[in-house]
């Protein structure tokens, strides 16, 4: 993974889903994004929210030099240490640089002696050969992963690009965390940088290290208690965003504790969407948190379901003679696989796709889908989308405001808004007639419209398929799948902090739900 060269290097890279080809995913992002600040899909462990702005006070109080370069490189040399700490003895998982981390230390033991000497500046040096970085980019860890996300729970300050100082600093929240931080290093802080100045170490120093992993963060002590605040939005001066993103953790814990075990994130985002109480009484009032989580679940499974659409056009582009067909024909096949009445309206022809109304209709067209996805025909792709489809135009209806404040962020945007919109307008229309508009202009032209912009700006060929004089031609697949919202990761925080184990809730994780 290349976070790219530039400095600063303070923002979030990485895409939390892929190639996006209907442009349908920033909408979605929005939501989920709001819903877990501070918390992203490459946040791996908790643990760097503190190990972090320590480091940060530690330049600012000791070496205080505004040169970028001169701080990369203390920056690297600080996350490869804590790499090999952490990949030293038993193995932490998600922590950056590992992979270099346990080749070194493998090719190191295999020498006599704990004291043997392991060598990483040139490892940590930003412009060494590439296979020789623990990671490509420059940036590191804290530059492409966590500077954002520590940023957005007020725990560091990013300077603005054109800040004399370009350093990022802590914000006065997380001092007491770094003071915790330092108390649990049992006065071997002073060791600890001495060795990133020099750049070797030896096993036997990794080994008096230890209390740096993650795991070795000791229950109930300042720095546990700290982060649990932080990261569950008990900090003093707490945000609206502290606020939501505790809700939603406070939604895990109770579906932690229900389970008796901790959920995957798939089950999760179904067990809130099936729960959602706007369904049998629209007037209902829900909390606004949860009802997010049910549209952001809502936007991504139409989706999912016009993805499913634009992937059965291509593998009928594929499997054709030249491998391309005029837009029409492909059109005309992608509806015939619908096998839609030719005298039917839209609203007639969703009852008839539809056998049955329950809280889990939604799972099961996307189980089928999904099966189609991995086995299925294109033929089995457009009749499992269809039915979801109708699913989630009824669905929407029962957002309301929410719908209209939460993905009105621009028209050349689709989303389930935008989409249930177009099909209500054409509930009495002929269904035939409906399916060829949302094949046409909805998807296969949507496709062609989405790759121009990002040809034409970005200079990025994103085209699946290729218009070709009067014809469109196949060029390449891409993969259906559900979004990841970032639930993994935050459950893997309530981990890390110990309100939650395989067994449920701990006792920390009681005492947060007990509390008000």
């Given at each position: 993974?290349?976070?790219?060269?530039?400095?600063?290097?303070?923002?979030?890279?990485?895409?939390?889903?892929?190639?996006?080809p209907?442009?349908?995913?920033?909408?979605?992002?929005?939501?989920?994004?709001?819903?877990?600040?501070?918390i992203?899909?490459?946040?791996?462990?908790?643990?760097?929210?503190?190990?972090?702005?320590?480091?940060?006070?530690?330049?600012?109080?000791?070496?205080?030099?505004?040169?970028?370069?001169?701080?990369?490189?203390?920056?690297?040399?600080?996350?490869l240490?804590?790499?090999?700490?952490?990949?030293?003895?038993?193995?932490e998982?998600?922590?950056?640089g590992?992979?270099?981390?346990?080749?070194?230390?493998?090719?190191?033991?295999?020498?006599?002696?704990?004291?043997?000497?392991?060598?990483?500046?040139?490892?940590?040096?930003?412009?060494?050969?590439?296979?020789?970085?623990?990671?490509?980019?420059?940036?590191?860890?804290?530059?492409?992963?966590?500077?954002?996300?520590?940023?957005?729970?007020?725990?560091?300050?990013?300077?603005?690009?054109?800040?004399?100082?370009?350093?990022?600093?802590?914000?006065?929240?997380?001092?007491?965390?770094?003071?915790?931080?330092?108390?649990?290093?049992a006065?071997?802080?002073?060791?600890?940088?001495?060795?990133?100045?020099?750049?070797v170490?030896?096993?036997?120093?990794?080994?008096?290290?230890?209390?740096?992993?993650?795991?070795?963060?000791a229950?109930?002590?300042?720095?546990?208690?700290?982060?649990?605040?932080?990261?569950?939005?008990?900090?003093?001066?707490?945000?609206?965003?502290?606020?939501?993103?505790?809700?939603?953790l406070?939604?895990?814990?109770?579906?932690?504790?229900?389970?008796?075990?901790i959920?995957?994130?798939?089950?999760?985002?179904?067990?809130?969407?099936?729960?959602?109480?706007?369904?049998?009484?629209?007037?209902?009032?829900?909390?606004?948190?949860?009802r997010?989580?049910?549209?952001?679940?809502?936007?991504?499974?139409?989706?999912?379901?016009?993805?499913?659409?634009?992937?059965?056009?291509?593998?009928?582009?594929?499997?054709?003679?030249?491998?391309?067909?005029?837009?029409?024909?492909?059109?005309?096949?992608?509806?015939?696989?619908?096998?839609?009445?030719?005298?039917?309206?839209?609203?007639?022809?969703?009852?008839q796709?539809?056998?049955?109304?329950?809280?889990?209709e939604?799972?099961?067209?996307?189980?089928?889908?999904l099966?189609?996805?991995?086995?299925?025909?294109?033929?089995?792709?457009?009749?499992?989308?269809l039915?979801?489809i109708?699913?989630?135009?009824?669905?929407?209806?029962?957002?309301?405001?929410?719908?209209?404040k939460?993905?009105?962020?621009?028209e050349?945007?689709?989303?389930?808004?935008?989409?249930a919109?177009?099909?209500?307008?054409?509930?009495?229309?002929?269904?035939?007639?409906?399916?060829?508009?949302?094949?046409?202009?909805?998807?296969?032209?949507?496709?062609?419209?989405?790759?121009?912009?990002?040809f034409?700006?970005?200079?990025?060929?994103?085209f699946?398929?290729?218009?070709?004089?009067?014809f469109?031609?196949?060029?390449?697949?891409?993969?259906?799948?559900?979004?990841?919202?970032?639930?993994?990761?935050?459950?893997?925080?309530?981990?890390?902090?110990?309100?939650?184990?395989?067994?449920?809730?701990?006792?920390?994780?009681?005492?947060?739900?007990?509390?008000?």
């Amino acid at each position: 993974m290349d976070f790219g060269s530039g400095f600063p290097e303070w923002t979030e890279l990485g895409q939390d889903t892929g190639l996006d080809p209907l442009g349908m995913q920033r909408p979605i992002e929005a939501i989920y994004q709001s819903l877990l600040p501070g918390i992203s899909t490459i946040t791996l462990r908790y643990r760097y929210y503190a190990f972090f702005p320590w480091i940060l006070k530690y330049y600012e109080d000791n070496i205080r030099h505004s040169d970028p370069a001169v701080f990369r490189v203390f920056q690297r040399r600080c996350e490869l240490l804590f790499a090999l700490i952490c990949c030293r003895g038993d193995p932490e998982l998600g922590i950056a640089g590992s992979d270099w981390a346990h080749k070194k230390i493998g090719e190191v033991s295999q020498q006599h002696g704990p004291n043997s000497i392991l060598e990483f500046g040139a490892g940590a040096d930003p412009d060494a050969e590439l296979s020789q970085r623990y990671l490509r980019n420059k940036g590191g860890a804290f530059g492409g992963i966590y500077s954002t996300q520590m940023a957005e729970m007020g725990l560091i300050i990013i300077p603005e690009k054109d800040a004399k100082n370009p350093i990022p600093i802590c914000h006065e929240r997380a001092l007491p965390l770094v003071a915790a931080f330092e108390n649990g290093m049992a006065g071997m802080s002073a060791e600890f940088f001495a060795i990133v100045e020099a750049g070797v170490v030896s096993l036997s120093q990794l080994d008096a290290l230890r209390t740096m992993k993650p795991a070795e963060l000791a229950p109930g002590g300042d720095e546990h208690r700290l982060l649990s605040n932080v990261l569950l939005g008990h900090a003093e001066n707490a945000k609206a965003s502290d606020a939501t993103r505790r809700q939603t953790l406070r939604m895990l814990l109770e579906l932690t504790a229900a389970n008796g075990s901790i959920p995957r994130a798939e089950e999760v985002k179904w067990k809130w969407y099936e729960a959602d109480g706007t369904a049998d009484d629209p007037a209902k009032d829900v909390d606004e948190v949860r009802r997010l989580w049910v549209l952001y679940q809502a936007c991504d499974l139409m989706r999912l379901a016009y993805e499913a659409i634009l992937a059965a056009a291509l593998t009928t582009l594929a499997s054709s003679n030249s491998r391309r067909l005029t837009l029409n024909e492909l059109i005309d096949e992608l509806v015939g696989y619908a096998e839609c009445p030719a005298q039917m309206s839209w609203a007639v022809f969703e009852q008839q796709m539809r056998h049955a109304q329950d809280p889990e209709e939604a799972r099961r067209y996307c189980a089928a889908l999904l099966d189609a996805v991995s086995t299925g025909t294109p033929q089995d792709l457009v009749k499992a989308a269809l039915p979801l489809i109708s699913v989630l135009r009824e669905k929407a209806a029962q957002f309301g405001p929410l719908m209209e404040k939460s993905l009105s962020i621009g028209e050349h945007f689709q989303s389930l808004r935008t989409e249930a919109g177009f099909l209500e307008k054409r509930s009495g229309d002929n269904a035939k007639l409906t399916v060829e508009a949302l094949f046409r202009d909805r998807i296969l032209k949507r496709h062609l419209w989405v790759a121009s912009r990002k040809f034409r700006n970005q200079k990025a060929y994103t085209f699946l398929m290729e218009p070709d004089d009067s014809f469109v031609r196949y060029r390449d697949h891409f993969r259906v799948s559900p979004s990841s919202p970032r639930l993994d990761q935050a459950l893997r925080f309530l981990k890390d902090v110990m309100l939650i184990d395989e067994a449920g809730l701990t006792a920390f994780g009681r005492a947060e739900m007990a509390s008000a």
